[in-house]
């Protein structure tokens, strides 16, 4: 029921546009907890650049800090309700035990976690669908791969992370059941040279597609790619997150990426009392919250029967036809 009374009012919000209402716009703050640097051009970088559209397009007031250690988590939550703010984010599925312990000391604070299913009076998750176009590029991958083995490099072992690659692995295999999986993980989100050396590993095993979710450690297997492609293998990697299909142009045929005014419609509900503690899911079917990005400059190295194809099941997901596989968390 929540999420039917989500989609309808974020319908409502998409075809007339924001209405503040009568909430005083300067009063209002919205603040931001990141886990790593908002220079990542993934995860973290949606995140603040959601928050600068809720400065622009909402009129009002906000911050962001990173906040990496556990330790910090309560702190910072505390440090910001404690001073008026009406809606802190805490970006990962990591600050849900934290907003849980904090927010009955606030209850005029609203707390938002983004993954996860902690709902409280004042706290609420928003989870994007991912998945939806993970299983996208799997479908991809499964088909284009010569080699038949596909690499998964994901920041931290956690249930989000490991749900996007359960959709891309259920993806790969609609089209090709014998596709071989490698699953590997940096311990972090930062360890670029980790996660370029867990791609050559892979590469070396013969995979010829590789997806990651692991945040600024990402860039490393796009080093890894680009160098593999340099070296004649015919290799790809998928982005995630937000559009990543600049970063490493000659080596990204996809990019799997959220919209940025996911953080808009919460901070709307908020700021105008419509907020109901619940988790809220963001996917295709909300104008394309999440959405398959391709890559202009390598688009043409996929089939037009391929394309067809994928184009079919994003339909399909559209109407509400076919759903993504996810791991339940």
């Given at each position: 029921?929540?999420k039917?009374?989500?989609?309808?009012?974020?319908?409502?919000?998409?075809?007339?546009?924001f209405?503040?209402?009568?909430?005083d716009?300067?009063?209002?703050?919205?603040?931001?907890?990141?886990?790593?640097?908002?220079?990542?051009?993934?995860?973290n970088?949606l995140?603040?650049?959601?928050?600068?559209?809720?400065?622009?397009?909402?009129?009002?007031?906000?911050?962001?800090?990173?906040?990496?250690?556990?330790?910090?988590?309560e702190?910072?939550?505390?440090?910001?309700?404690?001073?008026?703010?009406?809606?802190?984010?805490?970006?990962?599925?990591?600050?849900?035990?934290?907003?849980?312990?904090?927010?009955?000391?606030?209850?005029?604070?609203?707390?938002?976690?983004?993954?996860?299913?902690?709902?409280?009076?004042?706290?609420?998750?928003?989870?994007?669908?991912?998945?939806?176009?993970?299983?996208?590029?799997?479908?991809?991958?499964?088909?284009?791969?010569?080699?038949?083995?596909?690499?998964?490099?994901?920041?931290?072992?956690?249930?989000?992370?490991?749900?996007?690659?359960?959709?891309?692995?259920?993806?790969?295999?609609?089209?090709?059941?014998?596709?071989?999986?490698s699953?590997?993980?940096?311990?972090?989100?930062?360890?670029?040279?980790?996660?370029?050396?867990?791609?050559?590993?892979q590469?070396?095993?013969?995979?010829?597609?590789?997806?990651?979710?692991?945040?600024?450690?990402?860039?490393?297997?796009?080093?890894?790619?680009?160098?593999?492609?340099?070296?004649?293998?015919?290799?790809?990697?998928?982005?995630?997150?937000?559009?990543?299909?600049?970063?490493?142009?000659?080596?990204?045929?996809?990019s799997?990426?959220?919209?940025?005014?996911?953080?808009?419609?919460?901070a709307?509900?908020?700021?105008?009392?419509k907020?109901?503690?619940?988790?809220m899911?963001?996917?295709?079917?909300?104008?394309?919250?999440?959405?398959?990005?391709?890559?202009?400059?390598?688009?043409?190295?996929?089939?037009?029967?391929l394309?067809?194809k994928?184009?079919?099941?994003?339909?399909?997901?559209?109407?509400?036809?076919?759903?993504?596989?996810?791991?339940?968390?």
């Amino acid at each position: 029921m929540f999420k039917k009374n989500w989609i309808i009012y974020s319908l409502l919000l998409l075809s007339f546009g924001f209405t503040i209402g009568t909430a005083d716009a300067a009063k209002f703050k919205v603040a931001l907890l990141t886990p790593g640097s908002i220079s990542d051009a993934g995860w973290n970088a949606l995140a603040y650049e959601g928050l600068q559209r809720i400065e622009k397009e909402l009129g009002v007031e906000v911050s962001h800090v990173e906040s990496k250690a556990p330790s910090q988590w309560e702190e910072h939550f505390r440090f910001y309700a404690s001073k008026g703010y009406g809606l802190v984010f805490g970006h990962g599925f990591e600050y849900q035990e934290a907003a849980k312990a904090v927010a009955p000391d606030f209850p005029d604070t609203v707390f938002i976690t983004t993954s996860g299913n902690t709902v409280l009076d004042n706290v609420a998750s928003i989870v994007f669908e991912l998945e939806e176009v993970t299983y996208l590029l799997g479908v991809i991958a499964g088909t284009m791969s010569q080699t038949g083995k596909i690499g998964l490099i994901g920041g931290m072992n956690i249930p989000p992370i490991n749900s996007t690659f359960h959709a891309l692995e259920e993806g790969a295999k609609s089209v090709n059941p014998n596709i071989k999986i490698s699953s590997s993980y940096v311990g972090d989100w930062e360890n670029i040279g980790k996660a370029k050396e867990l791609a050559l590993s892979q590469i070396t095993e013969g995979v010829d597609f590789i997806f990651h979710n692991a945040d600024a450690a990402g860039r490393g297997v796009f080093h890894a790619v680009e160098e593999s492609r340099k070296a004649g293998k015919n290799i790809y990697a998928f982005g995630s997150n937000l559009d990543q299909n600049d970063i490493a142009p000659d080596a990204i045929l996809a990019s799997a990426a959220i919209d940025t005014k996911a953080f808009v419609y919460a901070a709307d509900l908020v700021q105008t009392g419509k907020f109901e503690p619940q988790v809220m899911w963001m996917g295709m079917s909300l104008n394309e919250t999440v959405k398959l990005v391709y890559n202009p400059k390598l688009k043409d190295r996929i089939p037009e029967d391929l394309l067809a194809k994928v184009e079919k099941i994003r339909q399909d997901i559209l109407a509400g036809k076919f759903k993504a596989p996810r791991v339940k968390f």
